[in-house]
């Protein structure tokens, strides 16, 4: 069974640039997650999908970022224009079901400098 | 504000010694509490704690949860090189249908040979 695939593993632009990330997650996984870790600090929480619907978007930095999974199935994350403090690396986690403990299952995450 | 704990934030070791990571959380809704390992890319599942004082084992790696302190601890006996990772705890938060789980900074282990 295919883990969770993340692409590009990195990425390095200019500061007003715009990057997408892409995370395909487990096949027949409805929830989706993407995170971010800065360096030095947690990772944490930026939006949950379950299936095509955003669950919750509370950790979303800004409006600069926007998320997408249409059709329930990959999912994009757009930097748009990207800024210096936007550096880290974003992981995509996704699970099964949606009303219990479920594990996480992680991508490799993307590398995102921002220059 | 809900978080998650853990200590030490890093921990240098010789094989064959046993750790003992903490982590501690103050998650509203708790549901579980789950261990990962992370080496160089994607964090591994290790263990997901939902009762206190049940011990998960599995090899040299264990783990117990203690709801009433709000505590967990991750041992590993027997240390190896390949031990060497940065462990996280994470807290899933959140009510029926929509949650999210909330992660320490973790703590870096380095075994050496």
């Known amino acids: 069974e295919a883990g969770v695939t993340q692409f590009p593993s990195h990425s390095v632009i200019e500061k007003g640039q715009t990057v997408t990330l892409r995370c395909d997650p487990i096949s027949g996984h409805d929830n989706l997650y993407w995170y971010r870790r800065v360096m030095g600090k947690e990772i944490k929480f930026l939006l949950h999908f379950v299936k095509e619907s955003k669950q919750d978007e509370s950790g979303m930095p800004n409006n600069r970022f926007l998320a997408e999974r249409t059709g329930g199935t990959y999912s994009t994350l757009k930097v748009q224009p990207a800024e210096l403090e936007d550096s880290g690396v974003y992981f995509c986690a996704s699970s099964h079901r949606r009303a219990t403990n479920e594990k996480l299952f992680f991508g490799s995450g993307t590398q995102l400098s921002v220059l | 504000e809900d978080k998650v704990v853990q200590s030490p934030l890093s921990l240098v070791v010789h094989e064959g010694d046993t750790v003992t990571l903490n982590c501690s959380y103050e998650v509203t809704n708790f549901r579980s509490l789950l261990w990962y390992k992370q080496e160089k890319k994607a964090p591994t599942f290790l263990f997901m704690l939902t009762s206190s004082g049940i011990e998960k084992k599995s090899g040299r790696l264990s783990s117990i949860l203690d709801k009433k302190e709000l505590f967990s601890i991750l041992n590993i006996t027997a240390t190896q090189t390949g031990d060497s990772a940065v462990y996280l705890c994470?807290?899933?938060?959140?009510?029926?249908?929509?949650?999210?789980?909330?992660f320490g900074t973790g703590t870096r282990l380095k075994v050496l040979a």
């Open positions: 994470a807290g899933p938060r959140g009510t029926s249908g929509t949650y999210k789980y909330i």
